[in-house]
């Protein structure tokens, strides 16, 4: 069975057990897998800290870069407005409109 590696860059917020995924892929080159099934990927993870793993029946595998956020934060994530809201502040001190309130 042959084995491909994928690599997409994706900011996860919710657990899936499975996932469709509709994207193009380039091939980044050939490695083997040593005596004890494992294989190096370093340097494409470089940077990351946690992945998520997944494996369809023609055996291909999908590594995607994950970003675990606390519990206490996910209701931003789920609120549209309020995430836009920041968004849009975010953006706002970006380009100068928003500056840092000073302490009396």
Do not use: C
């Amino acid at each position: 069975m042959g084995f491909m590696l994928h690599y997409l860059l994706e900011v996860i917020t919710m657990q899936n057990a499975s996932i469709k995924i509709n994207d193009e892929f380039q091939e980044i080159g050939t490695r083997t897998i040593d005596s004890r099934n494992r294989l190096t990927v370093g340097e494409l993870v470089q940077g990351l800290k946690r992945v998520r793993v997944y494996k369809n029946k023609l055996g291909e595998i999908l590594i995607k870069p994950v970003v675990e956020i606390p519990a206490s934060e996910l209701w931003l994530f789920q609120n549209k407005e309020a995430f836009e809201g920041v968004q849009k502040g975010l953006k706002e001190m970006s380009e100068g409109k928003i500056s840092k309130l000073k302490s009396h």
